[in-house]
């Protein structure tokens, strides 16, 4: 990927939002396990980085992928993994369908806002009996007249408790597997629409984690995005993206981590010497070290390509894949060079180790990237069952 000024001068925007904007509050989100998107979101999008790929039209940016994936990598290096996820959600995991598919009427009405930072959005797939087997859900929208009436239950759900609206994954008609499915825009204060609970999660606790409730919530017919019953298909497109994100996030995080550790051992005498004087520790963290450069670089290949208009669905699956590995190898490789202190929670690694457990999860798990890849790559030979979130 070639990297312009433009690139250079966006990437520095970015840099300066996360040293100002985010970093300085972390740990008060982490300790109250949630940061204000409404406050949060405003100051993102005036600095251009909401609606980076969408049409001018709509408030967006009009740029490409290739600029998608420097924000991630910047956003990356934040002190806490939460935010960034959550920021994610919002550019690339429930608003990119609204775009593609929406109406016009629709994206006036959900996706400008979203844009301007104005409105926060969440999407839900997951359900409690169905995370990456997207096409088990049961959530389903009966036609009334010009209404959905929507029953069901949604969890994990990304920005939950402060979404305004939820791009909601639901069945339109009936039958089994992934067939009569449609995105449904339910904007949160929609009669029988409930928040169940907040989840106390692992890691990521700056970012609010919700379980839904869909009590006979009716809402239009016309908040149906794209065409009824092409939900599953649009949803599958709509994972590239996310997954694409998440893999740019590994990068800065991995970066992040390699600099902070690299620092400490080059400062922390052992016997007499700083411990980067030791050969093993110089190779294993050079080994890392070019382990996130290959991954990098991947990723900068995906952005360019889907920045040229083809499909990456292997590309975005192989980053995902890998940078979900990774992150997990380098939090617990820096946690033991850190050794006692590593352990500790005033420490970063800390924190770093339970946030990277997330992304082999979220998105679509680990093995469900092979799964995907095996059929892509002409390996598998079972009847085709998609892949799936568990960001929403």
Request: proline share 4%.
């Amino acid at each position: 990927m070639r990297l312009t000024a433009e690139h250079e001068m966006f990437r520095s925007t970015v840099a300066r939002i996360v040293d100002t904007e985010i970093n300085p509050y972390v740990d008060e989100w982490e300790r109250t396990g949630i940061f204000p998107a409404h406050d949060l979101f405003p100051k993102l999008a005036e600095a251009g980085l909401f609606g980076l790929e969408y049409d001018p039209e709509y408030g967006g940016q009009g740029a490409d992928a290739t600029f998608t994936v420097l924000m991630a990598e910047e956003l990356g290096r934040s002190r806490s993994f939460g935010v960034p996820m959550a920021i994610a959600v919002q550019t690339d995991m429930a608003t990119p369908a609204l775009h593609r598919f929406g109406s016009d009427e629709l994206k006036r009405r959900f996706l400008v806002p979203a844009i301007r930072g104005e409105q926060v959005a969440a999407v839900a797939v997951t359900e409690p009996d169905a995370g990456s087997d997207v096409a088990a859900i049961r959530t389903r929208a009966a036609r009334d007249g010009d209404e959905w009436v929507i029953d069901g239950t949604k969890t994990f759900i990304t920005n939950g408790t402060q979404a305004d609206w939820i791009c909601v994954l639901a069945r339109t008609a009936p039958g089994p597997g992934y067939s009569g499915m449609s995105q449904i825009i339910v904007p949160t204060d929609s009669p029988g629409f409930g928040i169940s609970r907040k989840l106390d999660k692992l890691g990521n606790r700056a970012s609010d984690t919700a379980e839904l409730a869909f009590m006979t919530c009716r809402v239009p017919v016309a908040n149906t995005v794209g065409e009824i019953g092409r939900g599953f298909q649009q949803q599958m497109a709509q994972f590239q993206p996310e997954r694409l994100i998440g893999s740019a996030l590994a990068v800065g995080q991995c970066t992040w981590a390699l600099e902070e550790t690299i620092a400490y051992v080059r400062d922390r005498h052992v016997f007499g010497e700083p411990l980067a004087a030791n050969p093993h520790v110089q190779y294993k963290l050079a080994e890392l070290s070019a382990e996130v450069e290959m991954l990098r670089q991947f990723v900068y290949t995906t952005a360019d390509s889907a920045a040229a208009g083809h499909d990456v669905t292997r590309f975005a699956t192989i980053a995902k894949l890998k940078a979900g590995r990774l992150v997990r190898r380098i939090a617990d490789e820096c946690l033991q060079l850190f050794g006692g202190l590593g352990y500790m929670e005033e420490n970063w690694t800390a924190r770093y180790f339970r946030d990277s457990r997330l992304l082999s999860i979220g998105g679509g798990a680990d093995e469900v990237m092979l799964r995907v890849l095996a059929r892509v790559d002409g390996i598998a030979i079972e009847p085709r069952r998609d892949e799936g979130s568990s960001h929403g």
